[in-house]
């Protein structure tokens, strides 16, 4: 079965600073999901990933899929109190199939 | 369109009781799944349905059981409550590939 891994399992940064979180999969992925979760919430959805080499930018944040479709990067630039969260990878094995995830990345960013 | 409702947003229930947690789907979404997340853990599938029959399922004891109606809104049932089912359960509902979650039901059993 698929699995997933994320690092680092949790990060403190300054306000202003630049991060990345990484996700590996044991798979070659078909589909690459990053969601952000507030403590005790439902999940909100960022990006999707498809395609090896794919890269997608929503206000501060890039999420991109290596070319071997294996490794998916998430990187916030210049981060604000509202990025904390938790940073969630999922991925699909073909169209229709639950999500696997992993377990998470705790974002904090302080003043 | 309206999003994922999920109620009771909150429950607290006693080990060996059974609980109902219950999902609406997105507009137009067909298929429903369930997940369940212990704290600081990532959503674990439990399992999915898709036009009201099971199509797939995690590595859950039968004590947990669902129901999709025709509205394609979605029931979780969890029999002989235990301690270790303490945990947000989350309802995605999705038509192709586009997953929409709710906010989670948090479950304790005590």
């Known amino acids: 079965s698929q699995e997933l891994e994320q690092s680092p399992q949790s990060l403190i940064v300054q306000e202003g600073k630049n991060l990345t979180i990484n996700c590996t999969s044991s798979?070659?992925?078909?589909?690459l999901y990053w969601y952000k979760q507030k403590y005790g919430e439902g999940l909100i959805f960022l990006m999707m990933?498809?395609?090896?080499?794919e890269e997608k930018s929503h206000e501060k944040i890039t999420a991109k899929l290596d070319e071997k479709k294996q490794q998916s990067s998430l990187h916030i630039t210049a981060s604000q109190p509202s990025h904390a969260g938790i940073y969630l990878c999922?991925?699909?094995?073909?169209?229709?199939?639950?999500?696997?995830f992993g377990k998470g990345t705790r974002l904090s960013v302080i003043a | 369109e309206t999003g994922v409702t999920q109620s009771p947003t909150h429950l607290i229930k006693t080990r060996g009781q059974q609980v109902t947690l219950r999902c609406s789907s997105q507009?137009?979404?067909?298929?429903v799944s369930w997940y369940q997340q212990a704290l600081g853990q990532g959503p674990q599938f439990i399992f999915q349905?898709?036009?009201?029959?099971?199509?797939g399922r995690g590595n859950f004891p039968p004590r947990f059981s669902g129901l999709q109606f025709p509205n394609y809104s979605s029931e979780l049932n969890v029999n002989a409550l235990e301690l270790d089912d303490s945990a947000l359960y989350l309802c995605?509902?999705?038509?192709?590939?586009?997953?929409?979650f709710g906010s989670g039901t948090r479950l304790t059993v005590v």
């Open positions: 995605a509902s999705s038509y192709g590939r586009g997953y929409t």
């Open positions: 798979k070659t992925l078909y589909g």
């Open positions: 990933l498809q395609k090896g080499g």
């Open positions: 999922g991925a699909d094995t073909s169209g229709n199939t639950p999500l696997v």
């Open positions: 507009s137009g979404h067909n298929t």
């Open positions: 349905y898709y036009r009201e029959e099971e199509n």
